[in-house]
């Protein structure tokens, strides 16, 4: 069975600082990896998802990484601002399945 | 396109209780999914549907019951409420492709189970 784990479970930083979010996973055999934002209250917004064939991607000031092999995804934030404060959650998907795995998030606070 | 949307948003149920939650989505998107999230935990699956028809167990399926009659909708049935079933409720989509199986997910409905 597949375990997605996020460490820490909280991080505070202040604005500007680069965030580093690191999710790891059990079974190397995945599909693909997907990074979401979740905001108090709220429902959960896709950042970024990467294809097993792929190391990294990029949106703006987010970019996520994978190491199949070693079983660890991380997700860099730079120059951070307030508005980024949420909880980050990483999802895996496994081949020839439909569901996704999650991790319990990184909840993160950006300090003005 | 509203999206994946759900109702209510919030409810209080008293232990024995039914009741329905709604999700529709308007994408035409085969896969749906419902989950539920336990403050400091991640989502749990608890049941998926590939297609109108076709409904399977995810990871914690008992106490509820889902159907999908259309593309459209995949209502979530919980009978006989329990405090346990205490939970934020998210419903997802993902379209039916051999490329990105990006989820999309509705906003949630709090249910408390008093």
Redesign the interface.
Known sequence: KQE?TQIP?ALSVPEGENLVLNCSFTDSAI??L?W?RQDP??????LL?I?SSQREQTSGRLNASLDKSSGRSTLYIAASQPGDSATY?C?V?PPND????????TTVTVRA | NAG?TQTPKFRILKIGQSMTLQCTQDMNHN?M?W?RQDP??????IY?S?GAGITDK?EVPNGYNVSRSTTEDFPLRLELAAPSQTSVY?C?SRPWTSG?????????T?LTVL
């Open positions: 997605v479970a599909y693909n997907q979401f209250g709220k429902g959960l917004t896709s998802l294809q959650l999802a998907e439909y569901k996704l795995s999650f991790g319990a998030g | 994946v896969y999914y989950y400091g935990m991640g989502l749990k699956l998926y590939v995810g998210f997802a990105s199986h990006e989820q999309f997910f509705g906003p949630g709090r």
